[in-house]
């Protein structure tokens, strides 16, 4: 019974959390990457921007930062950052896992959900998914790829 609630209550979440940054300026966000040296997003102003927030604890992860490891290779012009969000104890495993992806631009922010980065987007959601335009604006945001991802960065 609990586990339909949650579900019930996960549900009733995504559509928001899907549209609540779309068609409006992106969140300022600075972001940690694995050499130790900070990135704006804002420096990226000029051309479209991928963002992906992931978790080595979260099961859709891998399939998310693969895809966008492809699309990445076909199109390195467009930044993509995939942006970790587990604890900086797990800091090995991460830096291990992401040997898997290397067309994409690794931010190690390791503070779990009390990540700047994390909140700025209001993050309640492992994989999420946006696309900034090259004006700054978020033209997609989702916890999954669809179609409305390459559109979105057309």
Not at 6 to 23: G, H, I, K
Not at 39 to 55: E, H, K, M, N, T
Request: charged residues 25%.
């Amino acid at each position: 019974m609990y586990k339909i609630l949650f579900l019930a209550l996960l549900s009733a979440c995504t559509p928001a959390m899907e549209t609540q940054f779309l068609n409006k300026p992106a969140p300022v966000t600075v972001m940690s990457q694995t050499d130790g040296r900070n990135v704006a997003l804002s420096q990226f102003q000029g051309s479209p921007s991928v963002i992906c927030f992931w978790a080595l604890w979260c099961k859709q992860s891998p399939e998310v930062l693969e895809e966008l490891n492809e699309f990445a290779e076909k199109n390195r012009d467009i930044p993509i950052f995939a942006i970790n969000i587990d604890k900086f104890e797990k800091e090995q495993e991460v830096l291990d896992r992401i040997k898997r992806y290397p067309y994409l631009r690794h931010v190690y922010s390791g503070n779990d959900i009390g990540d700047s980065a994390y909140v700025a987007w209001q993050g309640e959601m492992i994989p999420f998914v946006a696309v900034i335009d090259s004006e700054g604006i978020v033209r997609y945001s989702k916890d999954e790829i669809s179609e409305d991802f390459y559109k979105a960065l057309k």
